[in-house]
């Protein structure tokens, strides 16, 4: 607006001076002309230059007009190039890169309760929501094949044999003779009745009852004693002979062929198609209850655990140097290599972006950012064209 008025108010006094000098001798009359008539034809030129860039003057097709629109694909280009050369080159970023200090932020960040909240709320809804989407069937099916390739390969024989050798070598299996032992007394002792009456069956008509009692006393008191014994000795010879047993029992399960026929016909038979995948899907169904319960109830044992360790990650991240350090550089180093992997990706970005905008759009775009400014062009060709007008005019008339 004022630099159109500007325009009219020179047309306004050009005029009016013609007029003055039909009906005037006086002097000024000419160089407020010059002023007024230069001013205009600076104000028409630079008006005319500055629509140029952003439309046809007047609609007239005029050649090397509406320059933005012609050429919003070399601008893309050149801008995206500009920027890269200029702001993504790695002398531009590295010195803010090393600024880069994430780990106390994020400590500081995670120590706060409402934050801790947030993120457990957060992170919760979104497995939520991933579990709930699951297809009950194609995970049954998942895991039903994974168990069944798995254990295809595995040689259940020579898996047993292997932990049985290893509970050996471990000493477990001498717990397991002291309680047997043990078990084996008290039996025994309780059972003491039963021996009698068994002793008085198998015994003689003519031997008396009172010797099979004896007998039986003696049978019981014996046995009682030798797995007492059993069971207190840890070096005693049937120990040391039952181990050995183990040892080639063990041997035997591994290498024998008939005891990898027979686990793998229980296997076979135990993992068959319609039973691997009925445990199958009880194992999921078990898993995503679960997984419901502890990620929808506000006090479960997941969502608290949750929390005790970000606490302890945010204690970590604010007074650990070393940790600090070490994510603070691994931050660093990978946005450094991500930045100067991408900055063609980012020149093509801009290009693409300006290259994709409607012509008139990006005309549109870029007057109203620089319009304004553009404007002063006016008046200034308007005030520097009066006063060089003005100076020819003047110098003429000297000469």
């Known amino acids: 607006a004022i630099a159109t008025g500007l325009f009219l108010l020179m047309a306004i006094v050009y005029f009016a001076m013609v007029y003055l000098d039909l009906h005037s001798d006086a002097k000024w009359i000419g160089y407020v002309e010059a002023f007024a008539e230069a001013g205009m034809v600076g104000a028409l030129a630079d008006w005319f230059a500055v629509t140029a860039l952003f439309r046809y003057p007047l609609g007239l097709k005029i050649p090397h007009t509406n320059l933005i629109e012609n050429s919003k694909a070399k601008i893309g280009d050149n801008l995206g190039n500009f920027v890269v050369d200029n702001f993504l080159a790695p002398e531009n970023i590295r010195p803010y890169i090393l600024k880069l200090k994430v780990s106390g932020f994020a400590g500081e960040w995670i120590g706060k309760e409402k934050n801790q909240d947030l993120f457990v709320s957060e992170a919760s809804n979104i497995l939520l929501d991933i579990l709930l989407k699951l297809d009950d069937k194609e995970v049954v099916n998942f895991i039903s094949k994974k168990v069944k390739d798995m254990t295809t390969s595995i040689k259940v024989n020579k898996l047993l044999g292997n932990g049985l050798e290893y509970l050996i070598q471990k000493n477990d299996h001498e717990t397991l003779i002291t309680n047997l032992s043990g078990q084996i007394k ?29 007998i ?3 049978i019981v008191s014996g046995l009682s004693h030798y797995f007492e014994e059993i069971e207190n000795d840890l070096q005693h010879p049937l120990r040391k002979e039952i181990t050995s047993k183990l040892l080639v ?51 479960s044992s997941l969502k608290i655990y949750i929390k005790k360790n970000l606490s302890e990650l945010s204690n ?21 290599k991500y930045i100067l992997k991408n900055t063609k990706e980012a020149g093509n970005l801009i290009s693409n972006t300006v290259g994709n905008w409607e012509g008139k759009e990006l005309s549109r775009k870029l007057e109203l950012e620089v319009g304004k400014d553009l404007q002063f062009i006016r008046i200034n060709g308007t005030i520097v064209g009066g006063l060089v007008g003005l100076l020819i005019y003047t110098v003429a008339q000297f000469l």
Not at 328 to 333: K, V
């Open 249 to 299: 029992f063990a041997d035997e399960i591994k290498t024998e062929t008939k005891w990898e026929n027979e686990f793998d016909t229980i296997k076979n038979e135990f993992l068959n198609g319609e039973k691997l995948n009925e445990y199958a899907s009880d194992i999921w169904l078990s898993i995503k209850d679960s997984l419901r319960t502890e990620l929808t109830s506000e006090t």
């Open 216 to 218: 039986s006393e003696k």
């Open 316 to 336: 970590n991240l604010q007074n650990d140097e070393v940790l600090q350090n070490k994510i603070d550089s691994w931050i660093r180093l990978t946005a450094y």
């Open 186 to 214: 008290t039996y025994i002792l309780q059972n003491q009745q039963m021996v009698e009456e068994r002793v008085e069956k198998e015994s003689y008509f003519f031997v008396p009852k009172s010797v099979d009692r004896k």
